[in-house]
């Protein structure tokens, strides 16, 4: 099965980037206990490393990116992204 990506765009010093990271860690986590696990494999970048992403989604941080399809912005809906990446395995 192939794994699934989730990339986080986010910045230094961004509260709201902080709680996203820890849904999609808790997300994750409990993807890996499930049987059979689901395999995401997380990436985070910073908006100011990537002018492309810069230029899309600066007044969106943080952004989650599902295989490089946008997924949401600004706050990690839990039940949200475990549904999505459900569906994409």
């Known amino acids: 099965m192939a794994r699934i990506e ?5 910045k ?3 509260h709201l980037c902080d709680d996203a990271r820890g849904v999609v860690e808790t997300v994750v986590a409990e993807l890996a206990r499930r049987t059979p ?8 970048v910073s ?8 230029d899309e989604h600066v007044e ?3 952004v989650v990116l599902i295989d490089g399809r946008m997924h ?4 990690v809906d839990p039940a949200r992204l ?3 990446l459900l569906g994409a395995s």
């Open 6 to 10: 989730i990339t986080l765009v986010s």
């Open 12 to 14: 230094p010093g961004c």
């Open 37 to 44: 696990p689901v395999g995401v494999d997380v990436r985070e």
């Open 47 to 54: 908006i100011f490393d990537d002018q492309a992403l810069y």
């Open 60 to 62: 969106d941080i943080p």
């Open 72 to 75: 949401t912005f600004w706050r």
């Open 82 to 84: 475990t549904s999505a």
